[in-house]
């Protein structure tokens, strides 16, 4: 049944989605397709759910060609649970990654209130000398800076509330990553 389906649909896909004009010669490609099943081999390795874990396979490396999928190399298979290669160890399963994590967060929260707590100081002076200032020149001057300036917060603002959604949602992503919680605090 699976033949037939593999077989069927590359007819129906060549039929229908067919550039115009081209012939494709059926009898041809089914022959082809036929020699490359029987050049792929079978498994020599039974699975089942008592001998899941317990089966060693080398591991191979593929690469891509025209015809399909072709085996590049193999290395052999190492015992289970066990691999040549050294694993990079993973910085989330260490405390310092979370203390500093935090600790980094909570530094730029403090560094970006202090900057907008400047730059709102800076607009509420320039609001004052637009309000006070008579000449045109300068208040268009004055306009411009203050809208640059008012963008800015708004961007800082922004910056800051990302900030403290990240540290509000960091308590999840270290549980998630089964860290003590205490990591964190």
Known sequence: ?????????????????????????LAKLKKQLEEQRKKLKKSKYKVSNQNL???????????????????VSETPATPAGRTDRKKKEDP???EEYWRDLKKNLD???????EKIATEQLELNDLTTRFLSMELPLQRSSL?????????QIAADQA?????????ARLPERARK???????VR
């Open 1 to 25: 049944m699976k033949r037939l389906v593999l077989i069927l649909v590359p007819l129906f896909l060549f039929q229908f989605l067919g550039a115009a004009g081209d012939q494709v010669d």
């Open 53 to 71: 874990l317990s089966i060693e396979v080398p591991e191979k490396q593929y690469a891509l060609s025209q015809m399909g999928i072709t085996q």
């Open 92 to 94: 989330t399963v260490k």
């Open 107 to 113: 530094e730029e929260i403090k560094k970006i209130r």
């Open 143 to 151: 306009r411009d800076q203050i809208e640059t300036m008012t963008s």
């Open 159 to 167: 910056r800051l509330a990302d900030l403290e959604q990240e540290v």
């Open 177 to 183: 990553a089964g860290v003590p919680p205490g990591w």
